[in-house]
């Protein structure tokens, strides 16, 4: 593992264990060139996904852009971080067991809007609006009334 303050690759590794989420393991690292101290985490990979964007570009799986994103939606939202680290790696789970390496963009966001709607909704709105190219007032109107449950007739009085 290479050094990230000089470079060096003989780093020492100090201590191991499973991450907080126990589907990673956490190492402590030195290296002996810069005195430097640094954590890194490995996770166990079942196959290197593809994405096939909606243009037909094929571009491999980015585990840091999908928790990027899900983490905009989740933004100053009351969702413990470890619920979201188990999150990101059980659609990570489900997209490697699906059988195909190559996974269309769609699935994913599909996937993510599936999840985010068990768990929070406004993180599931956030991540529509973007996932669904919301460009006006309306879309966001149209999805939200989408979400409600339907009216029956004497209870809106």
Known sequence: MRCPFCGNTDTQVK???????????????????CAGRFTTYERVQLRDLVVIKKSGRRESFDRDKLERS??????????????????????VRRLESMGDSDVASDT?????????????????????????????ADDF???VH????????????
Do not use: W
Not at 17 to 33: F, G, K, L, Q, S
Not at 74 to 90: F, T
């Open 15 to 33: 201590d191991s264990r499973p991450a907080e989420d126990h589907v990673a393991i956490r190492r402590r690292r030195y290296c002996p060139a």
């Open 70 to 91: 899900i983490r905009i939606a989740l933004q100053k939202r009351p969702i413990e971080a470890e619920r979201v680290d188990q999150m990101i790696s059980g659609i």
């Open 108 to 136: 994913i966001g599909e996937i993510v809007m599936e999840t985010l709607a068990r768990i929070d909704t406004v993180a599931y709105v956030r991540f529509a609006s973007v996932y669904k190219n919301f460009q006006a």
């Open 141 to 143: 109107e149209e999805f």
């Open 146 to 157: 989408e979400l409600r449950p339907p009216v029956k007739a004497g209870e809106d009085d």
